[in-house]
């Protein structure tokens, strides 16, 4: 199956600048998760997705942050105005469910390469 | 709260050797944990579950939960073994918190 898809792959701005990051997951996968991978941490999630509902968006800084995903299949992550501490990796990911071995259902996030984003 | 920590941020270990990656975590509820993993130039992909008891790769992993840790173990490291882990904790129905990863280097 073809993977999560995400652009740009980079992007260089200034701080006060806006900027916006798209996201196609895999087909068929209803729920879709943004998050913010800040240089030595782990992956934040920022907001997720269950088609084009919001489920929870309780670390997402809604001063500055906003995420659509209007047709409940794309969906693009916007920044205005920017921050320096706003430089991360913004990882998308979908996830779907799957039966595992032992017969039991689980939820595996699938994740895009990333956007790289410089505030300068 | 909901916390995972992996205490080391750097692991260089010989080829052939055993290497053992630490994460320990705080959670309030039964815990459902996993392993993650990112080589150079690639994706973030999920390494094993500790639901499902799987050996993926030569790792394995046992959640303890009397000591609230779920390290990642494999008795003879590769080179291919090289790459981020990241232990996460999947919190509610989806919400997944990670760890800040530990690169794992394996020396030839």
């Known amino acids: 199956e073809a993977g999560v898809a995400q652009s740009p792959r980079y992007k260089i701005i200034e701080k006060r600048q806006s900027v916006a990051f798209w996201c196609n997951p895999i087909s068929g996968h209803a729920t879709l998760y943004w998050y913010q991978q800040i240089l030595g941490q782990g992956p934040k999630l920022l907001i997720q997705f269950q088609n084009n509902g919001v489920v929870d968006d309780s670390q997402l800084p809604k001063d500055r942050f906003s995420a659509e995903r209007l047709k409940g299949v794309d969906s693009t992550l916007k920044i205005q105005p920017a921050k320096l501490e706003d430089s991360a990796v913004y990882l998308c990911a979908s996830s779907s469910l799957r039966t595992g071995g032992n017969g039991r259902a689980y939820n595996e996030q699938f994740f895009g390469p990333g956007t790289r984003l410089t505030v300068l | 709260a909901q916390r995972v920590t992996q205490p080391e941020k750097l692991l260089s270990v010989f080829k052939g050797a055993p290497v053992e990656l630490k994460c320990n975590y705080s959670y309030s509820g039964s815990p459902e944990l996993f392993w993650y993993v990112q080589y150079s130039r690639q994706r973030l992909q999920l390494l094993l579950r500790h639901i499902s008891r799987e050996s993926i790769k030569g790792f394995t992993a046992d959640l303890n939960k009397g000591e609230t840790s779920f390290h990642l173990k494999k008795p003879f490291a590769q080179e291919e073994d090289s790459a981020m882990y990241y232990c996460?904790?999947?919190?509610?129905?989806?919400?997944?918190?990670f760890g800040q990863g530990t690169r794992l280097t394996i020396n030839p």
């Open positions: 996460a904790l999947r919190k509610g129905a989806q919400k997944l918190v």
